[in-house]
């Protein structure tokens, strides 16, 4: 029986199979379904079986998941189009076990647009009978610091979370915790996890970080939300996604996604990453 992990070519499901790989499971047990096989040449090199799994073709699903003991269904990048593709997978895994899915942050009870997909995704799981696991994960740090770049350029970090704290961790904390479920199974059954860093920090607290880690001056600057959507579209973020980005910040700014479960930290049995890591990573 395998350890099956969807979307194994994004950046999030790689460290979910090379957190299981460290925790010690055979390649031989892991399966990596993903939606373009030659892109996975390289798991396949490393003894991992790779199978087609399109999300969007459901004729590919049952067959991608035959065996699976656990299978982790990594949320599609498609917004807009991922509830039918969740649904595809959810109808495809009847027989499985147990099925995690990596959800997002107070899916259920932060009604901003970013959040309704996975919203949907966990009721038709609650309701398929399928033996489940949810992982919400919060705000990846990479989403925070994977821009510091222009943030150095131009000296400043801009939103519209004003002073709101956000507990954010970074991907491969999310993975870990995710390896951790896929192996352990099932003292996990039917739970839902709030995943996110241990202290909630303010974009200004972040800005204020990266000018002392760099030495060059940054600093946070709030626009009002619509305003803030309207400088993303400026610089190439397609409308909609724009307008939720900001919907988000404006979540942010009322301490909408802080977390204080510990799960995180709890599931990884070490403290998660803190945003000092985080920027220093970027940095380097
Ligand atoms: N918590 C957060 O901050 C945050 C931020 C952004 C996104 N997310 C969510 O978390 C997920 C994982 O994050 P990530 O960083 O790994 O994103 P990512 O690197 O963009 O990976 C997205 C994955 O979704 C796969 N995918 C898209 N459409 C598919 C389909 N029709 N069938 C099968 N697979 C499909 C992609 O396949 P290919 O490899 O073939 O392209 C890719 O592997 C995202 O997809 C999104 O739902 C969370």
Redesign the pocket.
Known sequence: MSLTV??A?????RLVVQALLDRGVPPQRIVAA???PE?AADLAERGIEVRE????RPETLRAAFAGTERLLL?????AGARTE?HLNVIEAAEDVPHLVY?S?AYADSVPIAMNAEHAVTEEVIRESGIPFTILR????LE?LTGNLGRALESGAIVGAAGEGRLSSAS?ADYAQAAAVVLTEGDRHLGLTYELAGDRPFTMLELAAEVSRQSGRDVAYRNLPQAQYAATLAKFGVPEVFAAMLAERDGAIARDEFVVRTGELARLIGRPATTFAEAVSAALK
Do not use: E, H, I
């Open positions: 969807t979307a070519t994004g950046n999030l499901g993903v939606r373009s892109k799994a399109d999300y969007s990594v949320s599609s990048s498609a593709q990596t997002a994960n919060n705000w990846y989403n991907r």
